[in-house]
Nanobody
Framework: QVELVESGGGLVQPGGSLRLSCAAS????????MGWYRQAPGQQREWVAG???????NYIDDVKGRFTISIDNAKNTVYLEMNNMKPDDTAVYYC?????????WGLGTQVTVSS
């Protein structure tokens, strides 16, 4: 069973930056696209960013130009670089395969954007 462990969240001021990491217990990135998802309080989980196994990336409109997804195959880790952050980015962030979520969800990492 593949385990996904997210980290790197925290409290950041509006306009600030964070880099999230998601480590997979097995080498899965060459088989699957990977994505980042988030769930804000009282909201359903939503897809935020994705990359195919071939390196083609996609983002929801709200984060285009601010967020960047990347993969390090050697480390079995997927990253989400978040810049110029907004209060609406506040959520628990998760990773999973993309576009289909094949694995059990991890615990996520909390991101809070507030002054």
């Amino acid at each position: 069973q593949v385990e996904l462990v997210e980290s790197g969240g925290g409290l950041v001021q509006p306009g600030g930056s964070l880099r999230l990491s998601c480590a997979a217990s097995e080498s899965i990135f060459r088989l699957n696209g990977m994505g980042w998802y988030r769930q804000a309080p009282g909201q359903q989980r939503e897809w935020v960013a994705g990359t195919t196994s071939g390196g083609i990336t996609n983002y929801i409109d709200d984060v285009k130009g601010r967020f960047t997804i990347s993969i390090d195959n050697a480390k079995n880790t997927v990253y989400l670089e978040m810049n110029n952050m907004k209060p609406d980015d506040t959520a628990v962030y998760y990773c999973n395969s993309f576009p289909r979520q094949r694995y059990y969800w991890g615990l996520g990492t909390q991101v809070t954007v507030s002054s």
